[in-house]
């Protein structure tokens, strides 16, 4: 009988261990499309990314290189000091997006272009993401608003 028990505990174990990896790498599966990474413009021009690949870019949009094209269609330059990338997109823009203005955008790069799907710009006078302060500032680029 006590082996009987013995047995069944380590059926019962290695069910267990093997539901936990079977859970881990569907969840690692299902999350690997939800992940984005960002790149600055500088990181982007010097290795670009495969065109399948979804990714986000920063930076600030190039005073006088936004450009209203047809309906909702837009195109401007995003630059981190060092290097910039033109942007395509087409949507509506957030209401705080402007030239000079800190951005992100998510999308995909095409012959050079970045294809973007969604744009999100500042929320307030100060905010800019952090990720965008450090590819600025890893170009030399960033003057802190604050004076600090």
């Known amino acids: 009988m006590k082996g009987l028990k013995k047995k069944r505990r380590i059926q019962v174990i290695a069910l267990a261990a093997v539901a936990l990896i079977v859970a881990t790498g569907l969840i690692g599966f299902a999350m690997k ?3 984005n990474y960002f790149r600055s413009p500088s990181q982007v021009v010097e290795m670009p990314p495969p065109p ?3 990714f986000r870019i920063g930076g600030l949009v190039e005073d006088g ?4 094209g047809q309906g909702e269609a837009i195109t401007f330059v995003v ?6 990338v033109k942007v395509s997109y087409t949507g509506i823009l957030p209401d705080l997006f402007e030239e000079n203005q800190g951005m992100i955008g998510t999308g995909q790069l095409k012959d050079g272009v970045f294809i ?4 999100l710009a500042k929320h307030d006078e100060s905010y800019m993401p952090r990720e965008v302060v450090d590819a600025l500032k890893e170009q030399g680029y960033y003057q802190d608003p604050n004076g600090s």
């Open 33 to 35: 499309d939800g992940i």
């Open 52 to 54: 399948t690949e979804v």
């Open 65 to 68: 290189s936004l450009i209203r």
């Open 79 to 84: 630059t981190d000091g060092g290097a910039s």
């Open 116 to 119: 973007a799907s969604e744009i």
